[in-house]
């Protein structure tokens, strides 16, 4: 019996630690998906095929980010408004918006990503400290005939 306790146990204790890695690993990288919530909408302006863009971005951490929100190009879609890209710093919820003309149906894609652009958070802000977390958001555009 005192054998056999001291072969298994070192077993029990190695299998316990991958368990445990397992576990962590988990939990990081479902904490790591969960920095940013995106929505994106799409709804129909006077035109036909003339769309308003919605894209929210929420923050679901404790600390601000400086995040670049962009679309993709895209060669159904041209921009009403400009085509812009903007970098801000998030800290709860912001929406951004463009005004698009769709020649076809198509899917517009939206991007969020956590960078580290300097002067876009107000001095002496504690920002989350990883950036390149990259997150994407889209919407079907049905353009009626
Ligand atoms: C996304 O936005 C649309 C339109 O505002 C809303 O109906 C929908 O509930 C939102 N979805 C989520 C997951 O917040
Ligand atoms: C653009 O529209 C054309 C014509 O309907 C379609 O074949 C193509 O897949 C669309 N491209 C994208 C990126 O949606």
């Known amino acids: 019996m005192t054998s056999l306790r001291v072969l298994y146990q ?3 204790v190695v299998l316990l630690l991958v368990l445990c890695l397992i576990l962590e690993t988990g939990q990081g990288q479902e904490n790591r998906d969960n ?7 799409v709804s129909q302006l006077q035109r036909e095929n003339e769309f308003s863009v919605t894209f929210t971005v929420t923050n679901n951490m404790d600390k601000c980010m400086v995040v670049e929100i962009s679309t993709e190009d895209n ?3 041209t921009y009403l408004t400009a085509h812009a890209k903007y970098t801000a710093c998030i800290c709860d919820t912001h929406n951004y918006f463009w005004d698009i003309d769709a020649s076809a ?10 960078v580290s652009a300097k002067n876009i ?7 989350y400290p990883e950036t390149g977390f990259m997150k994407f958001a889209t919407a079907d555009i049905i353009v009626t005939p």
């Open 35 to 41: 920095l940013l919530s995106l929505n994106m909408s």
């Open 10 to 12: 070192p077993c029990t």
């Open 121 to 127: 958070c107000p001095d002496g802000e504690i920002l």
């Open 75 to 77: 060669p159904n879609i």
């Open 105 to 114: 149906n198509t899917v517009i894609r939206g991007k969020a990503e956590v």
